[in-house]
Nanobody
Framework: QAQLVESGGGLVQAGGSLRLSCAAS??????MGWFRQAPGKEREFVAA????????YYADSVKGRFTTSRDNAKNTVFLQMNSLKPEDTAVYYC???????????????????WGQGTQVTVSS
C-alpha cells in the first residue's frame, strides 16, 4: 500500500523560509507533485518533479521562491520555500503518480496517491 507522509510545516513570519519533506513508501513513484489548498479555495498546483529530478515545474506564483528536489535513495521529495508571503498560507500536500507531460504534472487528477497534508501559516 503506497503511503506518502509530509512533514516540515509550521508558522513563519513573512519573508521567512520552510522546508517540507514528503516520505514515500510502498511503491515506485515517478512524478511527484506539491499542491496546496487554502480555506474556501480549490486545491492548486505548486510544484512538481520528474523521476530523475531533471525536470521541475512551478506555478507562476511561487517561481523563483520555491524549489523542489528529490532523493530517490531515500524515497523523499522536498519543497524548499523561501521569501514566504501571507498568501502562501495553506495546507500543503504531496502527491505521486505517473505524469508524462507538463499538462499532467500540473493536473491534480493525474496523481494516484496523496499525503495527509501539512499546514503552512505565514504571518504578516
Amino acid at each position: 500500500q503506497a503511503q506518502l507522509v509530509e512533514s516540515g510545516g509550521g508558522l513563519v513570519q513573512a519573508g521567512g523560509s520552510l522546508r517540507l519533506s514528503c516520505a514515500a513508501s510502498g511503491g515506485t513513484f515517478y512524478g511527484m507533485g506539491w499542491f496546496r489548498q487554502a480555506p474556501g479555495k480549490e486545491r492548486e498546483f505548486v510544484a512538481a518533479i520528474s523521476w530523475s529530478g531533471g525536470s521541475t515545474y512551478y506555478a507562476d506564483s511561487v517561481k523563483g521562491r520555491f524549489t523542489t528536489s528529490r532523493d530517490n535513495a531515500k524515497n523523499t521529495v522536498f519543497l524548499q520555500m523561501n521569501s514566504l508571503k501571507p498568501e502562501d498560507t495553506a495546507v500543503y500536500y504531496c502527491a505521486a503518480g505517473s505524469p508524462a507531460y507538463y499538462s499532467d504534472y500540473i493536473n491534480k487528477k493525474k496523481y494516484d496517491y496523496w499525503g495527509q497534508g501539512t499546514q503552512v501559516t505565514v504571518s504578516s
